[in-house]
């Protein structure tokens, strides 16, 4: 096999553990990111990255740490190490990165909330003033009884007149009206 890519039985003899543990700490998440299959002679194998075995070394590393049976580490960062210290760079910098524009989404929807609470405040504030208005325009166009009682007859009469006047003009408006809005699927009514 590759020096990258390393099976389930070499790691359990690396790590001093059983096949049986290698293989607990392998879940679905962790074969679809750092587990593959190759085929030799007919057959398939599970092989481990570069990447999972590190996570794989970390694991047992520690676990085996508080035994007596310890894996030793070397202090000087090998090729392997920097290229996963770089990727996890790579992913921090992305991350950062998301969550600037996060930052920046969440101001704009604040600054958006904060002028739909001016706008709604502004209307209110006309809405009351329209209200004060409309109830002064009220006060003033709605006649006291008094005044009713001091009308003359003669107002009373032309007024009667007029609308006399108005009601025989609207009846001659609506009998052109009909008589124009005829269609010319009707003709047989």
């Known amino acids: 096999m590759s020096e990258n ?14 096949k049986q543990a290698v ?21 398939k194998t599970l092989v481990v990255t570069y990447t999972g075995y590190m996570l794989l070394k970390q694991h047992f590393t520690t676990s085996n740490a508080t035994g007596n049976d310890k894996v030793t580490d070397t202090s000087n960062p090998t090729t392997g190490d ?3 210290v770089k990727i996890l760079e790579q992913q921090l910098f992305v991350k950062d990165k998301q969550l600037e524009n996060k930052d920046s989404q ?9 002028q739909q609470q001016r706008l709604a405040l502004h209307d209110k504030k006309l809405l009351e003033e329209y ?12 006649p006291q009884e008094d005044k009713k009682e001091n009308q003359s007859q003669e107002e009373v009469q032309t007024i ?16 052109l ?3 124009v809005s005829k269609k010319w699927y009707q003709f047989w009514k």
């Open 23 to 43: 293989r607990k700490r392998l879940t679905e998440e962790f074969r679809a990111n750092h587990v593959e299959t190759i085929t030799s002679n007919g057959v």
């Open 82 to 84: 920097l290229s996963v």
């Open 160 to 175: 009667k007149k007029q609308m006399e006047a108005l009601n025989d003009k609207i009846k001659g408006q609506e009998q």
């Open 177 to 179: 009206n009909n008589q």
């Open 106 to 114: 969440i101001s704009q929807i604040q600054n958006l909330l904060d």
């Open 131 to 142: 209200k004060s208005e409309i109830n002064e325009l009220k006060s003033l166009k709605m």
């Open 5 to 18: 890519l390393k099976t389930i039985k070499e790691l359990a003899d690396e790590f001093n553990v059983s």
